[in-house]
């Protein structure tokens, strides 16, 4: 049974960090390119960032470039998205998402499994 859990999300000042961890289950996680997405209330899902399945290549959306950093590590099936200087604009939910292929996507439909996601709130 596939199972993504994302875990980190909380409420932050702006200018804060959080990290976000994805705990990954169920497939091989290590042969997978892993992804992170967000929903704002009344928004489509969008992309933030993805990693191919050895951690050589990232994508990042430019909303989050230079402030986001996403990594792996494998030994632990687990996913990561490192959130500095957080702006109230990245209030979402935060979602985990991998892929049974190896070459990481930008979209949303590319992927096969998905957590159940973690909020985050920045307070202005």
């Known amino acids: 049974q596939v199972q993504l859990v994302e875990s980190g999300g909380g409420l932050v000042q702006a200018g804060g960090s959080l990290r976000l961890s994805c705990a990954a289950s169920g497939w091989t996680f290590s042969s997978s390119a892993m992804g992170w997405f967000r929903q704002a209330p009344g928004k489509e899902r969008d992309f933030v960032s993805s990693?191919?399945?050895?951690?050589?290549?990232?994508s990042y959306a430019d909303s989050v470039k230079g402030r986001f950093t996403i990594s792996r590590d494998n030994a632990k099936n687990t996913v990561y998205l490192q959130m500095n200087s957080l702006q109230p604009e990245d209030t979402a939910v935060y979602y985990c998402a991998g892929r049974k292929g190896r070459l990481r996507r930008d979209h949303a439909d590319d992927y096969d499994y998905w957590g159940q996601g973690t909020q985050v709130t920045v307070s202005s």
């Open positions: 990693i191919d399945w050895s951690g050589g290549l990232t």
